[in-house]
């Protein structure tokens, strides 16, 4: 098996169509496309960029090895696009401010009263 039949196979295993990868990573559906396609290869960085998106190691992407070395838990595969941006800007924070959130959303009662 080829990257791209791999990069096609984690694709369709997470239940993501090729918009959804366009929206979440920025990569253009027609260069995905070619890249499940074996027609061109990603560069190291996009190669990083889908392994994250996919949960997966690069190492496996580029060399297979079966099974798919990963359970992606349910709730990520039916994550929403805007979900999955706010989930990519948390993990960008501060620890600091990422407690803070943490303390606002424990103290959601409070929110809606």
Same mark, same amino acid.
Not at 51 to 68: E, F, H, M, R, S
Not at 88 to 98: D, F, Q, T, V
């Given at each position: =098996? +080829?990257?791209? *039949?791999? #990069?096609?196979? !984690?694709?369709?295993?997470?239940?993501?169509?090729?918009i959804? !990868?366009?929206e979440?990573?920025?990569?253009?559906? +027609?260069? #995905?496309?070619? $890249?499940?396609?074996? !027609?061109?290869?990603? /560069?190291? $960085?996009?190669?990083? !960029? %889908?392994? /994250?998106? $996919?949960?997966?190691?690069? *190492?496996? #992407?580029?060399?297979?090895?079966?099974?798919?070395?990963?359970?992606?838990?349910?709730?990520?595969?039916?994550?929403?696009?805007? *979900?999955?941006?706010?989930?990519?800007? %948390?993990?960008k #924070?501060?620890? +600091?401010?990422? +407690?803070?959130?943490?303390?606002?959303?424990? *103290? /959601? /009662? =409070?929110?809606d009263?």
């Amino acid at each position: =098996m +080829k990257l791209g *039949d791999r #990069l096609r196979q !984690v694709r369709e295993v997470s239940k993501l169509s090729q918009i959804q !990868v366009k929206e979440r990573t920025g990569i253009n559906n +027609k260069t #995905l496309s070619n $890249y499940e396609n074996n !027609v061109s290869s990603p /560069d190291p $960085y996009t190669l990083k !960029v %889908l392994a /994250d998106l $996919y949960v997966v190691t690069t *190492d496996w #992407l580029i060399c297979g090895q079966q099974p798919i070395p990963y359970k992606i838990p349910p709730a990520l595969i039916s994550i929403s696009t805007e *979900d999955w941006n706010l989930l990519k800007k %948390l993990n960008k #924070l501060s620890p +600091k401010k990422r +407690k803070a959130i943490e303390i606002l959303i424990s *103290d /959601d /009662d =409070m929110l809606d009263t």
